[in-house]
């Protein structure tokens, strides 16, 4: 760490679905990462790398409660509070048009640049897409290729298409 430099302090805890487990980190204000089914602690400091962890329990009730109620195929009413610690202004951008993006239906990068101003960044955007600290939260799992293709996924390809049938499914 560089002279003047601060740590962020964020909290984490557990969370475990159908023999998954996912690391869900953030601060007092609200979630800032989500991580991979099965993933490891230090996934958190590929997205925040200035990140202190500090081990904490029912701190992200509301994230966990919204998940389960999501991998249970159900439409949960209400996000849990956020707390960017991580991207810059560009990516916090995509990040919020993702959370336009319906139940059950899917958009392209390039469709997904065109929504956020940027038609001609589509590798910005893309970039922007995987750099997404909060899995399944912030629905970069219905980000698709210019040819409807699943494509790639943090926490798996296989893993994103199950989450686009079980919305297909329930959107039907």
Excluded at 62 to 91: E, H, K, M, V
Excluded at 103 to 123: K, M
């Amino acid at each position: 760490m560089k002279p003047g430099e601060r740590m962020t302090t964020l909290y984490f805890e557990k969370y475990e679905f159908n023999q998954q487990q996912y690391f869900l980190a953030g601060t007092a204000k609200g979630l800032s990462f989500v991580g991979s089914p099965n993933g490891d602690i230090d996934e958190i400091h590929d997205f925040i790398t200035d990140a202190t962890l500090v081990p904490s329990q029912y701190r992200f009730a509301a994230a966990a409660d919204y998940l389960t109620a999501y991998l249970s195929g159900q439409r949960p009413a209400q996000l849990p509070a956020f707390d960017w610690q991580s991207g810059t202004a560009l990516q916090q951008q995509v990040w919020q048009a993702l959370l336009t993006i319906p139940y059950g239906e899917t958009r392209t990068y390039q469709e997904l640049a065109v929504l956020v101003g940027h038609p001609t960044a589509v590798r910005a955007v893309a970039t922007a897409v995987a750099k997404n600290p909060l899995l399944i939260v912030i629905p970069c799992h219905r980000i698709v290729r210019s040819d409807h293709t699943t494509g790639q996924y943090r926490a798996g390809a296989a893993f994103k298409q199950d989450l686009l049938d079980m919305e297909a499914r329930q959107h039907a």
